[in-house]
């Protein structure tokens, strides 16, 4: 059948500038560039183009220009050019819409309705280049009084705590399986989450033997497909983390198709090679919060109690009333996924149209859980959209311990956001299995990348905490008298528990 | 079923040890107090626990990664040997739900019923249960190489058996009832893609899941499944040849990617 789909990015080369070394063509899984002996030029068939940028990023001339297609549908602002795109591949494939990462569509970003606030004459800020500056968090439940007591002269604890998660910092890196990445992604994000004293999360995927020896800083999931979930795995995780939900795809489970099952993906989720790896939209032992709480003890009995056991949902109309149901099923810590959370693969009318963004879901589970006050017996930690260092700090002052990022971990190892995880081509080594691809992304590097944008987000934290006049972020939880809103409604304001700039 | 509390078992806790072997009164314990005990014996080289009036503890032999020998006298609560790799567990009554819940090795026999998803998302060991067992039987059960589990139920099962089974082996024998048993099970095998269950008797099509095929077993299958019907035989009577000549089905996933087609790309 003839596709009526437009090419959507155009691709231009500079003749002039072009060396004919075929980087573009050698780097493009898509096939997008190809060089013709005879005529001695390098062509491209833009149909294919993704936008992923690997080409112009490579080329050594700076010969290519990818850019948006300016050939458009008569404007009309329902029937746009993505509208009539995806009535095209639906009428050519009879299939199901499917995308990578994140929502993309535009509804507000309420972190870019917010501003913080900094200290002027009274209280005065903090240098934190001079002066001691504490981000390290711990998440897990706190107990509701702790008694200190004396051992041979010395202050000592007497409540005992429960097992805690300690972080240099207050972000992690989000569930991403091995499957969705490459191992040399997880490689990367298991080295860069130990070297800065934070975690990274397997996602559902199971974890690859070699990976093992990260495990004090690695969240293992369970999830509804059990993937790769045996004694082992429960062992050598610092935490664990029954996945019941997430925000690119709330409500409904996953597959892994079969031709992403290679060798080493079997091996690591524990099922034969090629099969579709299924993960079922509920856990089918969990009906009800009763049979949540089961679970989580399961886990718990399973490992000793030795783990602390986090709950992540994806964000949605009633998170608020949920999360208290999970804290009191016993997880210590609540984690939550906003509709802009990334994914390997997701339909793409669900990806943008179902759940709600994080800031309000996190404002809205913060107050609930202290209205009842149960606040401190778990945790709560924000996924979904986290892209720079003022989104964590305004995240902790709106009431989370911590986030957990997975898009900005990405980019940071060269994701271009192309949207085209679930095709397994990633140019850039991320989202593949192909050996020739994933072997782009040198995991020193990955590491590298990682560590640095830790670091500079982390710097950035203190200068706003000092700013602000704290010197240590657990005095900015929940702190919302520092955050205030800017353009929003009341309403709005309400959910956030924040005050409109000037008041 | 009566069950009676033991008034002269005493209180609860450890009453007995001798050569290798330890008896615990689980009465009232809480299950993590119980589970505390059956881990601290099995960690202290003990081969052989016996757990007496247990009333519904959870998680029994979930934690441990020894082979020990756990007799459960009583009815064991929710997720019996959930995540469990390597003890034996014999219970003397009914099972409750989650029997086996994503199970790596080891051996659980039931001399009654068990509830719902025995055996959900198991991935090695076996499973015997004498009677009949609830709903979701077997769901999402897995195989790996050599890691292949067996359920086998001896009664009848409900809806959605073998839900979503991606690999595995399961037998429905279907004993108890005169002549040929007829599953009331709707649903069965709906997601399928991999492993195998049989079934003694017939089902109808409409009973199966879209994504299950069925075939009468053949010579071959039965010799296949034989030594795990004598197994159950051994636990808890009955002929094996008997039961194996009294006709079986088999039911086996019709792809092993059974949403292949179903997106745009
Ligand atoms: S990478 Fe740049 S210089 Fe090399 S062939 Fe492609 S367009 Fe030409
Ligand atoms: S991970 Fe790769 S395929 Fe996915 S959006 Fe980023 S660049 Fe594109």
Same mark, same amino acid.
């Given at each position: 059948?003839?596709?009526?789909?437009?090419?959507?990015?155009?691709?231009?080369?500079?003749?002039?500038?072009?060396?004919?070394?075929?980087?573009?063509?050698?780097?493009?899984?898509?096939?997008?560039?190809?060089?013709?002996?005879?005529?001695?030029?390098?062509?491209?068939?833009?149909?294919?183009?993704?936008?992923?940028?690997?080409?112009?990023?490579?080329?050594?001339?700076?010969?290519?220009?990818?850019?948006?297609?300016?050939?458009?549908?008569?404007?009309?602002?329902?029937?746009?050019?993505?509208?009539?795109?995806?009535?095209?591949?639906?009428?050519?494939?009879?299939?199901?819409?499917?995308?990578?990462?994140?929502?993309?569509?535009?509804?507000?970003?309420?972190?870019?309705?917010?501003?913080?606030?900094?200290?002027?004459?009274?209280?005065?800020?903090?240098?934190?280049?001079?002066?001691?500056?504490?981000?390290?968090?711990?998440?897990?439940?706190?107990?509701?009084?702790?008694?200190?007591?004396?051992?041979?002269?010395?202050?000592?604890?007497?409540?005992?705590?429960?097992?805690?998660?300690?972080?240099?910092?207050?972000?992690?890196?989000?569930?991403?399986?091995?499957?969705?990445?490459?191992?040399?992604?997880?490689?990367?994000?298991?080295?860069?989450?130990?070297?800065?004293?934070?975690?990274?999360?397997?996602?559902?995927?199971?974890?690859?033997?070699?990976?093992?020896?990260?495990?004090?800083?690695?969240?293992?999931?369970?999830?509804?497909?059990?993937?790769?979930?045996?004694?082992?795995?429960?062992?050598?995780?610092?935490?664990?983390?029954?996945?019941?939900?997430?925000?690119?795809?709330?409500?409904?489970?996953?597959?892994?198709?079969?031709?992403?099952?290679?060798?080493?993906?079997?091996?690591?989720?524990?099922?034969?090679?090629?099969?579709?790896?299924?993960?079922?939209?509920?856990?089918?032992?969990?009906?009800?919060?009763?049979?949540?709480?089961?679970?989580?003890?399961?886990?718990?009995?399973?490992?000793?109690?030795?783990?602390?056991?986090?709950?992540?949902?994806?964000?949605?109309?009633?998170?608020?009333?949920?999360?208290?149901?999970?804290?009191?099923?016993?997880?210590?810590?609540?984690?939550?996924?906003?509709?802009?959370?990334?994914?390997?693969?997701?339909?793409?009318?669900?990806?943008?149209?179902?759940?709600?963004?994080?800031?309000?879901?996190?404002?809205?589970?913060?107050?609930?859980?202290?209205?009842?006050?149960?606040?401190?017996?778990?945790?709560?930690?924000?996924?979904?959209?986290?892209?720079?260092?003022?989104?964590?700090?305004?995240?902790?002052?709106?009431?989370?311990?911590?986030?957990?990022?997975?898009?900005?971990?990405?980019?940071?190892?060269?994701?271009?956001?192309?949207?085209?995880?679930?095709?397994?081509?990633?140019?850039?080594?991320?989202?593949?299995?192909?050996?020739?691809?994933?072997?782009?992304?040198?995991?020193?590097?990955?590491?590298?990348?990682?560590?640095?944008?830790?670091?500079?987000?982390?710097?950035?934290?203190?200068?706003?905490?000092?700013?602000?006049?704290?010197?240590?972020?657990?005095?900015?939880?929940?702190?919302?008298?520092?955050?205030?809103?800017?353009?929003?409604?009341?309403?709005?304001?309400?959910?956030?528990?924040?005050?409109?700039?000037?008041? | 079923?009566?069950?009676?509390?033991?008034?002269?078992?005493?209180?609860?806790?450890?009453?007995?040890?001798?050569?290798?072997?330890?008896?615990?009164?689980?009465?009232?314990?809480?299950?993590?107090?119980?589970?505390?005990?059956?881990?601290?014996?099995?960690?202290?080289?003990?081969?052989?626990?016996?757990?007496?009036?247990?009333?519904?503890?959870?998680?029994?032999?979930?934690?441990?990664?020894?082979?020990?020998?756990?007799?459960?006298?009583?009815?064991?609560?929710?997720?019996?040997?959930?995540?469990?790799?390597?003890?034996?567990?014999?219970?003397?009554?009914?099972?409750?739900?989650?029997?086996?819940?994503?199970?790596?090795?080891?051996?659980?026999?039931?001399?009654?019923?068990?509830?719902?998803?025995?055996?959900?998302?198991?991935?090695?060991?076996?499973?015997?249960?004498?009677?009949?067992?609830?709903?979701?039987?077997?769901?999402?059960?897995?195989?790996?190489?050599?890691?292949?589990?067996?359920?086998?139920?001896?009664?009848?099962?409900?809806?959605?058996? $073998?839900?979503? *089974?991606? @690999? &595995? /082996?399961?037998?429905?024998? =279907?004993?108890?009832?005169?002549?040929?048993?007829?599953?009331? +099970?709707?649903?069965? $095998?709906?997601? *399928?893609? @991999? &492993? /195998?269950?049989?079934?003694? =008797?017939?089902?109808?099509?409409?009973?199966?899941?879209?994504? +299950?095929?069925?075939?009468?077993?053949?010579?071959?299958?039965?010799?296949?499944?034989?030594?795990?019907?004598?197994?159950?035989?051994?636990?808890?009577?009955?002929?094996?040849?008997?039961?194996?000549?009294?006709?079986?089905?088999?039911?086996?996933?019709?792809?092993?990617?059974?949403?292949?087609?179903?997106?745009?790309?």
């Amino acid at each position: 059948m003839k596709s009526y789909i437009l090419p959507q990015y155009l691709v231009e080369r500079d003749d002039y500038r072009c060396i004919r070394c075929e980087v573009c063509a050698r780097q493009c899984a898509f096939d997008v560039h190809w060089y013709d002996e005879e005529e001695d030029a390098v062509f491209a068939d833009e149909s294919k183009c993704v936008g992923c940028l690997r080409c112009v990023t490579l080329c050594p001339t700076n010969a290519l220009v990818v850019r948006h297609n300016p050939t458009q549908i008569p404007p009309n602002a329902n029937w746009t050019g993505e509208v009539l795109r995806n009535i095209y591949r639906q009428a050519e494939t009879g299939g199901v819409l499917l995308t990578g990462m994140g929502c993309d569509k535009g509804y507000p970003i309420y972190w870019d309705r917010i501003v913080l606030d900094a200290s002027q004459v009274t209280n005065p800020s903090i240098d934190p280049l001079r002066e001691p500056m504490e981000l390290r968090t711990y998440l897990g439940a706190k107990p509701d009084v702790v008694k200190v007591g004396r051992k041979g002269g010395k202050p000592s604890l007497e409540t005992r705590l429960t097992p805690q998660l300690r972080l240099e910092t207050p972000i992690m890196f989000s569930a991403i399986s091995y499957g969705a990445i490459s191992y040399n992604a997880c490689e990367s994000l298991a080295r860069a989450a130990t070297e800065m004293g934070t975690y990274y999360n397997t996602g559902e995927g199971g974890l690859h033997r070699n990976l093992y020896k990260y495990g004090d800083h690695t969240i293992c999931q369970v999830a509804s497909g059990r993937f790769g979930v045996h004694a082992d795995y429960l062992e050598v995780a610092a935490a664990l983390e029954i996945k019941i939900g997430q925000g690119a795809k709330p409500g409904i489970g996953g597959h892994l198709p079969g031709e992403k099952v290679s060798a080493e993906i079997s091996r690591t989720r524990m099922i034969p090679k090629g099969t579709d790896a299924i993960s079922p939209a509920p856990h089918h032992d969990i009906y009800s919060i009763e049979d949540l709480a089961q679970l989580i003890y399961a886990l718990k009995e399973a490992t000793h109690w030795e783990k602390p056991v986090s709950v992540k949902i994806a964000a949605v109309h009633n998170s608020a009333a949920i999360a208290s149901g999970i804290v009191r099923a016993g997880a210590d810590i609540v984690a939550l996924d906003g509709i802009r959370g990334g994914t390997g693969a997701a339909p793409t009318m669900i990806r943008d149209n179902v759940g709600i963004p994080i800031e309000l879901a996190l404002a809205a589970v913060d107050t609930r859980l202290r209205e009842e006050g149960i606040r401190n017996r778990a945790s709560v930690v924000v996924a979904g959209g986290i892209r720079n260092s003022s989104d964590v700090i305004k995240a902790i002052a709106l009431g989370a311990d911590a986030v957990y990022i997975g898009t900005a971990a990405l980019v940071a190892m060269g994701c271009h956001v192309c949207q085209k995880c679930y095709t397994g081509k990633c140019n850039w080594g991320i989202a593949t299995q192909d050996p020739y691809l994933s072997k782009r992304l040198n995991p020193d590097v990955g590491t590298r990348r990682l560590v640095n944008l830790l670091t500079g987000w982390s710097h950035e934290i203190m200068e706003m905490l000092g700013g602000m006049g704290i010197n240590a972020i657990e005095s900015l939880r929940g702190n919302r008298l520092r955050l205030r809103g800017v353009g929003l409604t009341q309403e709005e304001l309400d959910i956030l528990g924040i005050k409109h700039a000037g008041a | 079923m009566k069950i009676e509390v033991d008034h002269h078992a005493g209180l609860p806790g450890v009453f007995a040890r001798e050569n290798g072997k330890v008896r615990i009164n689980a009465g009232t314990l809480h299950y993590r107090e119980l589970n505390n005990m059956v881990k601290g014996a099995a960690a202290e080289g003990l081969e052989e626990i016996e757990l007496e009036n247990v009333f519904g503890q959870r998680y029994i032999g979930s934690g441990i990664r020894r082979p020990v020998r756990i007799t459960v006298h009583g009815v064991p609560g929710n997720d019996l040997g959930a995540f469990m790799d390597g003890p034996r567990i014999t219970v003397d009554r009914n099972a409750q739900d989650g029997v086996g819940n994503t199970m790596n090795s080891g051996t659980i026999v039931v001399h009654g019923r068990a509830g719902d998803i025995v055996a959900m998302g198991m991935r090695g060991g076996k499973i015997f249960i004498r009677d009949g067992v609830g709903y979701r039987a077997a769901i999402h059960m897995k195989e790996y190489r050599k890691h292949v589990p067996v359920l086998v139920i001896g009664g009848e099962t409900q809806d959605f058996l $073998g839900e979503y *089974m991606a @690999g &595995g /082996l399961v037998l429905v024998l =279907g004993l108890g009832k005169k002549g040929k048993p007829k599953l009331a +099970a709707r649903h069965i $095998g709906t997601g *399928m893609h @991999g &492993g /195998l269950i049989f079934l003694r =008797g017939e089902v109808e099509e409409h009973q199966l899941g879209k994504e +299950a095929a069925v075939e009468r077993a053949s010579e071959a299958d039965l010799e296949m499944i034989r030594p795990h019907v004598e197994e159950y035989t051994n636990y808890f009577g009955g002929k094996a040849d008997e039961i194996l000549g009294s006709g079986f089905i088999k039911l086996y996933a019709k792809s092993h990617r059974p949403f292949g087609g179903l997106y745009a790309y």
